[in-house]
């Protein structure tokens, strides 16, 4: 059994609910194993920039519904490529000695860092280099492999969903098709988890390339059965067959610049025009990371926080702690392929049965 | 004192928090008159297509809470200038007399009318006619002349406070500047109040040109008192000094086609170039039309409801119901200029008072 | 595959949130497989008197989102033993060939049961008397043995969460010991989960028999480390060692008549006596039992409604549909033994990894 | 003009949402001034304990959203009769000018109380020994005179209101009585409030007591016509003809140890008697007074705030801020009697209208 007598802990990447909520659990469960924790602020930068400090009981009381990060976090910063100032603009350096040398002079001995894709991708490279590191996987998108579920999902879930029963009036009053745009650029899961709760009748996801004329079926199907409107979920990265990914493209190349929000107009305008019915769309953006986490997401949050703390008293590091059947097991961060986990298309099964749209059968 | 033995009621323009309990609550006064009560489906475009259903007490059971409207509505059909198909395609008749007829038909003696600035100037002209009509002021914008409070507007501040709440986590765990666009192409109602609400540190109405320089002062003064991050909210309508109110505009000449949406996204790349911090903005849309109304939204909607209908049976009809001094009040409805309510100025030193930038004063 | 050409479905036993979304779920797959759908009203009682309708799509449009059951529910009437008036009072006697009757008569082949543990066994006696039974496992507790989740637990979670969290602040502000008291006769779920999505100091489940001593020791403990305030969640079936399950004995003998209530405010008073801090308890009571499912309970309703036609239709009738391991399966009513699933005790480990206290250590 | 240098705020009494609002708002008022701000903890008790701290601007950052107060509050403690330990009991003792000399130790020159009617008379005493002190009128009860709204009250109306829509689902669907009892002793404007934004059919005040006769007659007539349940919300003080207000009389004599939560109770064993309908009572209890505040009290709490340092500024010391036919003025304390502000007769109008019943006409 490895005995760590300092551990650190980071944020990296987007907002998302929960984030203090892991951050409390890892703590009160290092502080009952007598370790003492320091909080990394601002993400892997942090590291480098030597911003650590030790967090004590009062720190972190409180703390378990509120979202967004105590620690700070940016998805930008890698101690591997780091941008240093250099003749006014920047040179990118591999600053990991730095990054090893402030955590050694405080005596940290081991990192769990909460966050998505990137930040696991950094956190592996880091245990590679003998930094014993658990990592606990964070995204509002659920697309992380190897793990059912990541905390901030049903946070997220719950508010597409509530922005849809908010639609579902208008368009019911005002014999609309009402869209909501929401996350997911490689995966539809939040699409589908909130256009199964929110009761769509169209959910378009990157996994099923749409038809257009699948859709306007659909549409005007219930227009037949009297149902004067539809309600329509569409993930920003779904696309039409023998279209492309343009959202997911252009996001590779230059990942800040990526102007979200056109998929879901783009498709009002496009039904608007082929079912002359009026159609509307609204994109739900940054509400859906922020906010108070859901009572599942503050006890996943926090399942996953004491687990990490249990990998590492238990020497499994270099390791994801994850979701798998329901019960919490630990995976190692280098088996985490750079694929997101996606909506298996059996799932779609459920909503087929009542009639959903996947946009793919007219 | 007039006795009337029917009532006919009708929902005109945009969805808005509390129309049903407006329905029921009229509905709920007449039955206690003995009074029958119609209603007239899809706004003004039922009077004249003689879609009208007479309302049971179960059909108004349960309604209170849901959002929308179970007459359905519409912000197009003007009786007045009705678009009749003609030669493939639309003339514009006044169809007045035939809305007229299909109520006398039914013995409706009088109309309530639930609606905004065109749905008012619709009932005025009825009125003239000799159709004895009482309106409610409805709108989420509250912008109606003479009434302090239009039901759905607390609603509306409601969803964009919340939304600030969630962003401000964002705001603060990211150091960002986070904008959230609101509603308002006249007034700056829905900014103002969600702002003082959800802590804006910047509130940009129509009633104060901004200068952009200020807004980036105040931008900097908070990173230099060491507060991080910023929240501006932002009325679809707001516009620079010098500028002019290009929604407005567009808005008069083809209320259909406004794209909404760009006031935001226009100011936050601005704010970014201009302060060098991340900036994003979140458009809020029709979220904050729908949904159910807040518990003082269905109360100012009851009220208006059953002073409606005193009204009518008190004979004081041509009018519309208002608050006024937090008391209900009617004034005629020809006195309604076409000219918005808008933010007083002096309104605004509640928040100029705690140091809330309005984008007038570097 | 069984082919059958109706369907009846029908809700028993107390009120549960997603009861509507599981109707709806079980009326569309069957309409997607041209299988006719009727609604028993008012639980099993509806078999016995007749009260059987159809289900158009109209009925079940637009209900995803509401609490209660469209079809009416009871939880008192059992069709093998029926209260029928005789003599001024009443006799129980077996309708339940009038109630097969009942449904011969309108074609109806099979019954989809959503209930708990009382309409389970009803189900159960029904489909050994040959009559085709799928059941869907109904209960805020979430102790229905052989599934990893009953439809209902996670909102009545969520609203316990959220009564924590105004707990909190008053605790928090006033120095005091605040107690919420949630349902769980026999177990301890809400407790358990409420518990750690609120942040209280303390939990008591029925599970863990707790000394009053390790509760007033975990307070002054808090008080010690300059906590001035506590936060307990009881369990309405918790007890002290050495005493009773004093509610469910009660219960057993006269289901309807227990006075619930009681465990909190005396554990209040006691704990007040024995801290000399002040104590509330607040009785959440029927509100976690009502209102809009959250959109976990809405999809996992759903999945159960599908799944119930889907085991229908492949013929595995005699069963319940059941979340194991993440998945739905369908396990034989008979095998869902009396004893009421309780919440293992190693699930406990997150809860005293971070310091709650479970009321068995001092 | 008078100048303060150096201010005071506290908050006295029950918790209550917006007391954070509050303190916000007077601090950055009062740094917009150039004032000092002091925050005494934990009400008037902190005056005399010496618990004075100055307030920076981080202090108050983030709190306009939270419930509870930062600075603790305690409705015991009264300067001008304070328990002092003395031979193992308490004698009380007049420790103002030990409160004053605190103040005046640190150049504090002036109070704002934030705080309800006990509060009220202790500022007034203070002020009349030459300390300035302005009110905030702080009660989730509505009842302190001359202003039209305390802020806490229109959160404890929404919380009120969403326990009814989700007792409202379970009456429905079991065919029962549901009652919800709310706070309001002497006056029952949450009953009131509330009852009309939760549809409620029968609201029961201590401004009109209540014939039993009444009450069932009602919820009897609604059956009559097919309306298989009933919405009762009864206030904590309401009582029937020839009874007396015992809860409050209680109340008056020992404040700490009313037990609360009787009359509902009570009336739902009664109901069920008398109607023969299947009765059940949840008691809102502290629910009501925690969590965080509405977008409204929101604002209503940071322009109460702006005023009270806009008096003391304009030398209006003495005074209680207030709402007037919608606008804020100032009014003496001395003349803020001791008779709760009630809810007007003619204010049920509206209820009456609508067919709910007050319990006074058969």
Same sequence: chains 1, 2, 3, 4.
Avoid at 78 to 94: L, T
Avoid at 198 to 210: K, N, Q, S
Avoid at 280 to 286: A, I, K, N
């Amino acid at each position: 059994m490895a005995k760590f007598k300092s551990v650190g802990v980071l944020t990296g990447g987007g907002d998302c609910p929960g984030l203090n909520a892991v951050i409390r659990s890892v703590a009160r469960a290092c502080f009952s194993h007598g370790i003492r924790v320091w909080g990394v602020r601002n993400g892997f930068g942090g590291l480098v920039e030597n911003d650590i400090v030790e967090l004590a009981d009062k720190d972190i009381s409180g703390i378990l519904p509120r979202g967004g990060t105590i620690l700070g976090t940016t998805n930008r910063d890698n101690p591997f490529s780091y941008a240093v100032p250099h003749e006014g603009g920047y040179v990118y350096k591999d600053m990991s000695q730095q990054a090893l040398t402030n955590l050694r002079t405080r005596g940290i001995e081991a990192l769990v860092v909460i966050g998505g894709d990137g930040s696991l991708r950094i956190a592996n490279e880091f245990d590679q280099l003998g930094l014993p590191v658990v990592s606990v996987p964070k995204t509002i998108d659920n697309d992380i492999p190897r793990t059912e579920r990541t905390f901030g999902f049903d946070t997220a879930v719950a508010c597409a969903s509530e922005a849809l029963d908010r639609l579902h009036t208008t368009a019911e009053s005002h014999h609309r098709v009402m869209l909501l745009e929401v996350m997911g650029r490689y995966a539809g899961w939040i699409a589908f988890y909130s256009g199964m709760a929110g009761g769509a009748d169209v959910i378009l996801i990157p996994e099923v390339p749409y038809k257009i004329e699948a859709v306007v079926a659909a549409i005007k199907a219930r227009r037949a059965q009297g149902k004067l409107f539809s309600l329509v979920v569409v993930a920003e990265g779904a696309y039409p067959v023998g279209g492309e990914m343009t959202v997911a493209r252009i996001v590779e190349n230059s990942p800040e610049k990526v102007r979200l929000g056109g998929v879901g107009d783009k498709l009002a305008h496009e039904l608007e025009e082929l079912t002359g019915f009026e159609s509307r769309c609204t994109v739900l953006g940054h509400l859906q990371r922020g906010g108070s986490p859901t009572a599942y997401d503050r006890i996943l949050s926090t399942r996953y926080g004491v687990a990490a703390v249990d990998a590492l008293v238990a020497g499994k590091t270099g390791t994801m702690v994850a979701l798998q059947k329901n019960s919490i097991v630990t995976v190692p961060i280098r088996d985490i392929a750079g694929q997101p986990s996606n909506v298996p298309l059996e799932a779609l099964h459920v909503g087929r049965a009542i009639g959903v749209c996947f946009g793919d059968e007219v």
